[in-house]
Every structure is written in C-alpha cells, then in structure tokens.
Nanobody
Framework: QVQLVESGGGLVQSGGSLRLSCAAS????????MAWYRQAPGKEREFVAA???????NYANSVKGRFTISRVNANNTVYLQMNSLKPDDTAVYYC???????????????WGQGTQVTVSS
C-alpha cells in the first residue's frame, strides 16, 4: 500500500511564507507527476501546481510567480514553497502523486490527507 504524508501547513500573516512537503511511502516502483491542489471553504478543489519526473513545472495563474513546486525523486517527496501569501490562499492543501506501485501494471493517483494553510490579513 502507498501512503502520502503532508506537513508544513499553519497560520501566517499576509505577505508571509510557508513550505509544504509531501512524502510518499510504501511499495513504490516509480512516481510520475506530483501535484498540489487546494480547497477553500465552500469551493471546489482547484489545481495549484504540478511537476513531472524530469522537473517540468506548471502553475495556476493565481499562484504563478509566488509559489514554487519542487521534488526530490530519491525521497519520493514533493515540496511547495509559498511566498507572498494572501488571504485568498487560505485553504486545505492536498498533494497528489501518480504512483506505479511495485507489482502493478498501472499508475494510480494517490492523495495526501490535506494540510490547512490560513493566511490572516
């Protein structure tokens, strides 16, 4: 079984920074894309950023220039460095990883448990 464990959320003032991390563990053969999503109260989950295995990145327009996604393949870990945070960034942040588990033929999307990020004005 594969598990994703997130950490790094918290309360920060507007303009501040936070760094989220998400580590995958278990019977992992390889991991393709890694991504972050977020869900604010009363809203649908939305895409934030993604990174491919060879570190090509993609960002939502709302975070471009402020957030940076990165990964360490050896540790099956993805990071999200969030700078210049705004109250609109307040949400539960979820990590998503496309994992090919050992002994399986197909990749499967796994999700972290979510970590709360609250930005005060």
């Amino acid at each position: 079984q594969v598990q994703l464990v997130e950490s790094g959320g918290g309360l920060v003032q507007s303009g501040g920074s936070l760094r989220l991390s998400c580590a995958a563990s278990g019977s992992i053969f390889s991991i393709n894309a890694m991504a972050w999503y977020r869900q604010a109260p009363g809203k649908e989950r939305e895409f934030v950023a993604a990174i491919t295995r060879d570190s090509s990145t993609n960002y939502a327009n709302s975070v471009k220039g402020r957030f940076t996604i990165s990964r360490v393949n050896a540790n099956n870990t993805v990071y999200l460095q969030m700078n210049s945070l705004k109250p609109d960034d307040t949400a539960v942040y979820y990590c998503n990883q496309g994992v090919l588990a050992a002994g399986r033929a197909y990749e499967y999307d796994y999700w972290g448990q979510g970590t709360q990020v609250t930005v005060s004005s």
